[in-house]
């Protein structure tokens, strides 16, 4: 079963603005984390975020995570055209898997 | 460093048929994992092996789908027989089996079942 949800599904801004996207989760996490995939390629890795902390900074990559919501947001800041892609939250549970969600699709305008 | 390597890139079958897929993980990862993603969702778990040893095939379609890890290293899986609903992309990949389970992907091989 899918664990992570992510939150819109897709998202269009313009080159320069921020990012924002939420993602929440139902069970217990060792830690989040965030993966990035360009149009037919596969899942890039960017930021990890353990239960214990609440932020966590990555160039223009801002995670939280909030454990009593289940739920964590990452924001990118000022967009560019190659910060289009589909992300993907994927909480690391217990049982050691990562259960990725449908992602958001973001379209960076020109 | 070489990062996860998948072949083929794309296969294009006839359903019923039976078609193979192969990974090598990145030198020194332990752990290897095969998923599928379905077109718009993320992809799920099929399969995670720590060494040559399957740990998690609970997902793993066992009446058509296997794989095998000899050696602890590559690895292949196999759909037989295809059937329509399996077409997808598989991805491969690979993890150094810590606590933090930070996963490299390869670029995965887009299967269609005609």
């Known amino acids: 079963s899918q664990q992570g949800e992510e939150d819109p599904q897709a998202l269009s801004i313009q080159e320069g603005e921020n990012a924002t996207m939420n993602c929440s989760y139902k069970?217990?996490?060792?830690?989040l984390q965030w993966y990035r995939q360009n149009s037919g390629r596969g899942l890039v890795h960017l930021i990890l975020i353990r239960s214990n902390e609440r932020e966590k900074h990555s160039g223009r990559l801002r995670v939280t995570l909030d454990t009593s919501k289940k739920s964590s947001s990452l924001l990118i800041t000022a967009s560019r055209a190659a910060d289009t892609a589909s992300y993907f939250c994927?909480?690391?549970?217990?049982?050691?898997?990562?259960?990725f969600g449908a992602g958001t699709t973001v379209t960076v305008r020109a | 460093e070489a990062g996860v390597v998948q072949s083929p890139r794309y296969k294009i079958i006839e359903k019923k048929q039976p078609v193979a897929f192969w990974c090598n993980p990145i030198s020194g990862h332990n752990t290897l994992y095969w998923y599928r993603q379905n077109l718009g969702q993320g992809p799920e778990l099929l399969i995670r092996y720590e060494n040559e040893e399957a740990v998690d095939d609970s997902q793993l379609p066992k009446d058509r789908f296997s794989a095998e890890r000899l050696k602890g290293v590559d690895s292949t899986l196999k759909i037989q027989p295809a059937e329509l609903g399996d077409s997808a992309v598989y991805l491969c990949?690979?993890?150094?089996?810590?606590?933090?389970?930070?996963?490299?992907f390869g670029p995965g091989t887009r299967l269609t079942v005609l």
């Open positions: 990949a690979s993890s150094l089996g810590d606590s933090h389970g930070t996963q490299y």
């Open positions: 994927a909480p690391w549970t217990n049982d050691y898997k990562l259960s």
């Open positions: 069970t217990s996490i060792n830690n």
